[in-house]
């Protein structure tokens, strides 16, 4: 699990607390986004993302959010994310000069003419039954956040 913290420290640092703070939210990676009691308990997971193509992210820059993107419910029993698709984006590449080996950084990042640009697929998540459904429509363009 991501950042798992005990409740006496607080939750991880990607975590997001629920709105009656009984629950964080979390996002592990890509390959997963889900809710845990404050005792660590996992609620609700889930977890098919798979590299490029996975939840509650936004790495489409090289100071890319680290912080599970997502909404709660006001009475925090759902979740409101997004699958992102980067798999057919392109990649931008920095290269951090210091003394020593360069470091090459690399993210998805569309350009203008790109046939292909990131997606995202809103989702929505049932803390209580573990349950996530898919919003029924086309996949939007993506705009960096919920």
Known sequence: MAGGT???????????????????AYSQGQQSVGA??????????YDDG?????YATDNTRVDAQRRAIL???????????????????????????KVGHPTLQAW???????PDVTMIE???????????TRLQMLPDRDRSRV
């Open 50 to 54: 798979v590299k490029d193509y996975g």
């Open 71 to 97: 909404i709660w419910s006001p009475d925090s029993k759902k979740i409101a994310t997004f699958q992102q698709d980067q798999r057919k984006t392109g990649d931008m590449y920095l290269i951090e000069t």
């Open 36 to 45: 845990r009691t404050r005792r660590r308990q996992r609620d609700a997971a």
């Open 122 to 132: 809103r989702v929505v998540i049932d803390v209580p039954t573990a349950k996530a």
């Open 6 to 24: 005990p409740a006496a420290r607080g939750p991880a640092r990607n975590d997001v607390v629920s709105p009656d703070k009984k629950q964080t």
């Open 108 to 114: 998805k990042y569309p350009l203008p003419g790109d």
